[in-house]
């Protein structure tokens, strides 16, 4: 099996990180698509829409979070796992980030291009926005469609 193995930089403490990933209008606001998580071990979850489903395997605030992943074009009971570690750095938070079980090397360019586009990208933006705005919870969201609220601060 492959994985992926990636260091990234946000400009956030770890627990706001830690919180942001597991909160699930947060989640949410910061993917644009439906997602049901939680911050318990042991609970499932999805995101994208259901595309990806998995059961948080550990949790340690601010620090660590591992979880099974898996995707919907899997067959069924294919399992992978995926880790983020984080880490103080400077004014942010530095996040190993590893994506056990993949299959092959066509999986691992998918799958990192796929973290990319669809994680890290909108994170960094989404972050960037919370810190122009303040701490507001719902920074960067477009409270309509991710909370219904009215809270003014998209």
């Known amino acids: 099996m492959k994985s992926i193995r990636q260091t990234l930089f946000f400009p956030v403490s770890p627990d706001t ?23 318990k071990t042991g609970e499932k979850y999805s995101a994208w ?11 340690v605030p ?24 984080l880490k103080p750095k400077d004014a942010g938070v530095a996040v190993q980030f590893t994506h056990e079980g993949l299959a092959d090397a066509k ?18 933006q989404y972050f960037e926005k919370r810190q122009k705005k303040g701490s507001d919870q719902h920074a960067g969201c477009s409270c309509e469609s991710c909370c219904g609220t009215d809270c003014g601060c998209c």
């Open 17 to 39: 990180f830690y919180n942001t990933y597991l909160d699930e209008t947060s989640h949410r606001a910061l993917t644009g698509a439906h997602a049901h998580i939680s911050n």
């Open 107 to 124: 999986e691992v360019k998918e799958f990192s291009d796929g973290w990319e586009a669809y994680y890290w990208k909108p994170m960094k």
């Open 62 to 85: 601010g620090k660590k979070i591992v979880q099974s992943w898996h995707a919907s074009t899997w067959e069924t009971g294919r399992m992978s796992t995926i880790t983020f570690q």
């Open 49 to 59: 829409d259901g595309y990806i489903t998995g059961e948080n395997l550990e949790l």
